[in-house]
Every structure is written in C-alpha cells, then in structure tokens.
C-alpha cells in the first residue's frame, strides 16, 4: 500500500514523528511525505504553563518535543498516486481526495487542542479516527485513554498525545492488513468547562504542597487488603463494607493485588508486598486459619525487579503462578517447587512486551491471556491486550486486534475470572482520575481469534474514606480485595 503522511515542517512534534516511525516499520508499504500547514495548535496560554512547569517541576515529555529536523523520508511528487493519506495538518486540503484520508479527532477537536482541554478540565477524553473515502466519513476507532499524571499538564498531554500516535498507527496497520473499515457512532462531545491554564497550575500547585506534606507527615494514603467470608453461591459479587477485615500491615509497607488459593483444608492468601525501604515490590504469603484468623504475610518470592498480582492457577496436577514482571518486559511462568514457599521459573512466555497483570482463562481448548499493555508514551492503565495457546506453555499468539480495547473504565484486568452460570465475567479496574479508582465487572460477549467484546456489568465503589478499590478475587469460602486510602 501507498501511504502518504502529510505534516507541517514548521511545527513538527515528537508524537507525530512517532506516527511517521511507526507507519515507516508496516510491511509492504510505501511511505512518502507531504507538506501542508497545521491548524488546530495549542494556544500561547499553554507555552506559559508548559514553562512554568519546566522551570519549577523540570517537566519534559517526548511527545511534545518539536522536532526540527524533517524525517528522512521521501517527499512526494506530483506523480504520486497515494492510496491512503494520514493527515497531520487538519487544513482541509485533504477534503474530497480521491484516496481514503485517516484522521485523528480528540473530543471532536483537532489532537493537542482537545487533549489541552481535557487535561486542563481534568477529565478523560474521547479520541476516534476517521476514514474520509468515497464522500463518507467512518468511525474506525473510539477509544478513551488514560493519563498518569493529571497534575502535570506537559506529563497528561504528553501521554495522551502517545496514545494519539499510537492509534492512528494501529488503524493504519489494520486498514493495510485489509480489515474491513466498518462504522462506529461518534462519542459524546464534553460538555464545556473552558478551565483556563493558569486555574488548572493553581489548583495543581497547591495538590503537590498537600500531598508532599502528607507524604512528610506519613499520612499519605496507600493500598491495603481486605477479606471476608464468602457467601451465597456463583453469582455476580456485591462488594460494600459489610464484612471485610483489613489485612494489617506494620506500617512500612503496603499490600495489595491479592489472590487465594484453597489446598488441603488451608486458605492461603497471596499479595503484592511493597516495602517503602526498597520501593519493589515482592511477593508474600499469609494464612487465614478456619476461625478467621489471618497471619502476617511472610515473602515466598523475589526477584531482581518489581513482582505484583501474583495470578495463580492449577494445570496438569501443579500449581504454576504468573507474577507481573513487566518492568523487565517479560511474561514468565513459575510452578510451585513445592507449594507454596518456593517457586522456579518454568518458561518465559513472552518477551519484550510490557504487560501488566496477565490473566489466564481456558475456554474449550484455548488458554487466553488477558493483560494491560502499555505503548512508547502511553498508559498502561486503559488497554488490554489478548493473546492465545494450546496450553498455558505456549506458544503464545498475539490477537490481530491488539490493543483489542482502549478504555480506562473497563481495559485492566483486577482479579480472576469469574464463571457465572457459564457466563465469563471480567473484574476490570476503573482508572479514571486515579489508579484503580474503582472496580467493575465485564461480561465478555465475544472471544474469537479475530474480535473481542464486552459489556460492562457492575461497578463497585470505595466507600468512607477510601478513594481506590481494584482488585477482586475469590475462592470457595472467602473473598478479598483491595483499597486505596488511609493507613491504618
């Protein structure tokens, strides 16, 4: 496929020289650049936000970077003869082309400007593409990213601006691989707040001086666990207040992600263990005996880098756990050796990938990984990958879709899946303005090689005090979760 890139050279930014890299490494296409003049730029308020934040932060993102060369490509000629064109500049010179035009929408606005207003409104965005061919217009794509940071605006824009790199690219790939280029409705347009740059680096000034206090003071919020007895039967879970027991902690640490495990008449429970000394996290074990008596978890596994959700699961008569291993790019595989106090690495399933809290569920005869993936500049909070195998060793087969959701309200696994009633249903984490800011459960309504799709079921929010709950697993009498608030 023919595909021409149109961009300004004058205002040229590191996302979209992302964009260029990224449509340059698809197979089987030829790549040519043409000039026009960008529209839709950010406003001179946000040159002096963007400074104060250097000056006083020492702020930086890539994504805004400009770029003062021109990316060593062709330029096109007027014998070029592209079949697709990605357009950059948003000068409508595009409009009544005879090739398919692709084109990014943020909240109906061009990129950086409705990414600026979203962030400055501190609300997450809608961002779709459209495919301009035959006088109609197409939605291909509608996704909802997360940032990490909204307290920065150069970070948040930063981050939303990779993911804008990285979905033109991925609707790109698709149309070059020759999916069909279906229709989408539009999403909702915002209403409009209109928050100025210098309320948003006020109100942003004055969260960092609490939270750096309270981080002095050692009252800074953080993860801890619960559980309860289970009742009822299969059902979808009512999470509330009503009969969890906080995990307690000594104060110089936090525990989160937990996971059960039911053997020999002994109820384990398994957590991310987070020692502030260390700032990595390790893997611990606690008991909680039949009177409901839990013991303070002891580690069982560490590494040399950061080890959360310990996933666990039984397959071929042995216990095997995936623990998240995503800051060294990996996805790896231990089996119990013995259960539960040591643990050898088996395999490495997959290998410079970045994905989080990985998810095995077997349907028919496919295991299927479901994990949150993360891109150059991009969140790991709001994507979700899939991949299969014939058995939980492999080899592992990245879903043609991926990432097959973008969507901070439903994309990142928080727990087991559940079986109700021959249903599959997902607890998913809720990032929306916050990491784990709550818990929701997807029902998954189609799970094939080549599509993916869920609805969202129920969504459980923290109560009193907490701000934070993202993780739900269950075994045959009890039920554990996780919850972000005051230390105890």
């Known amino acids: 496929m023919r595909i021409d890139i149109r961009l300004d050279p004058s205002n040229l930014r590191g996302w979209q020289s992302e964009v260029v890299a990224g449509l340059k490494a698809l197979p089987e296409c030829e790549i040519r650049l043409s000039t026009g003049r960008a529209t839709g730029g950010l406003p001179k308020s946000a040159d002096t936000l963007f400074w104060l934040e250097r000056t006083l932060f020492h702020a930086e993102h890539g994504a805004l970077a400009m770029v003062a060369d021109w990316p060593d490509m062709p330029i096109a000629d007027s014998d070029w003869s592209p079949d697709l064109r990605i357009d950059l500049c948003g000068d409508g010179t595009s409009e009544g082309a005879s090739m398919g035009v692709l084109s990014l929408r943020c909240d109906g606005e061009a990129p950086e400007v409705g990414a600026l207003a979203a962030v400055l409104d501190e609300r997450a965005p809608y961002m779709h593409t459209c495919l301009a061919l035959d006088g109609a217009v197409r939605i291909l794509s509608v996704w909802r990213p997360a940032v990490e940071n909204p307290r920065s605006a150069i970070a948040a824009l930063?981050?939303?601006?990779?993911?804008?790199?990285?979905?033109?690219?991925?609707?790109?790939?698709?149309?070059?691989?020759?999916?069909?280029?279906?229709?989408?409705?539009?999403?909702?347009?915002?209403?409009?707040?209109?928050?100025?740059?210098?309320s948003f680096f006020a109100a942003s000034l004055a969260a960092r001086v609490r939270n750096r206090i309270e981080r002095q003071l050692g009252r800074a919020p953080n993860w801890f666990v619960a559980w309860r007895e289970r009742t009822g039967g299969e059902e979808l879970p009512v999470i509330g207040p009503a009969g969890f027991r906080r995990l307690a902690d000594d104060g110089q640490r936090f525990y989160a992600d937990p996971f059960l495990w039911e053997q020999g008449g002994r109820r384990f429970l398994f957590v991310e263990d987070f020692p502030y000394a260390t700032g990595k996290g390790v893997l611990s074990l606690g008991e909680i005996?039949?009177?409901?008596?839990?013991?303070?978890?002891?580690?069982?596994?560490?590494?040399?880098?950061?080890?959360?959700?310990?996933?666990?699961?039984e397959h071929d008569g042995a216990v095997w756990m995936i623990p998240e291993t995503s800051s060294r790019r990996t996805v790896e595989l231990y089996r119990a050796d013995p259960f539960p106090d040591r643990w050898t690495l088996h395999s490495v399933l997959l290998?410079?990938?970045?994905?989080?809290?990985?998810?095995?569920?077997?349907?028919?005869?496919?295991?299927?990984?479901?994990?949150?993936?993360?891109?150059?500049?991009?969140?790991?909070?709001?994507?979700?990958?899939?991949y299969r195998a014939p058995s939980p060793f492999g080899p592992w087969q990245a879903h043609p879709g991926n990432p097959v959701m973008v969507d901070l309200h439903a994309a990142r696994p928080a727990g087991r899946i559940l079986d109700i009633g021959g249903r599959l249903v997902r607890p998913v984490q809720n990032c929306d303005g916050l990491y784990g800011a709550a818990l929701g459960f997807a029902e998954i309504r189609t799970l094939t090689p080549e599509t993916y799709a869920q609805t969202l079921s129920a969504t459980a929010l923290p109560w009193g005090d907490n701000t934070g709950l993202h993780t739900f697993n269950r075994s045959a009498t009890l039920e554990t979760i996780d919850l972000f608030g005051p230390r105890g």
Not at 170 to 194: I, Q
Not at 352 to 380: C, H, I, N, P, Y
């Open 289 to 313: 005996d039949a009177a409901g008596n839990a013991t303070t978890p002891r580690v069982i596994f560490e590494t040399d880098c950061h080890l959360s959700y310990p996933f666990v699961f």
């Open 158 to 198: 930063g981050m939303l601006l990779g993911r804008a790199a990285h979905m033109l690219v991925h609707d790109a790939a698709r149309l070059v691989e020759g999916v069909p280029a279906g229709s989408l409705a539009a999403p909702p347009l915002p209403d409009t707040l209109g928050r100025s740059a210098t």
């Open 351 to 386: 290998e410079d990938v970045d994905l989080g809290d990985a998810t095995l569920q077997k349907v028919g005869d496919t295991w299927w990984m479901f994990a949150g993936s993360r891109e150059r500049w991009t969140s790991s909070w709001d994507a979700l990958s899939l």
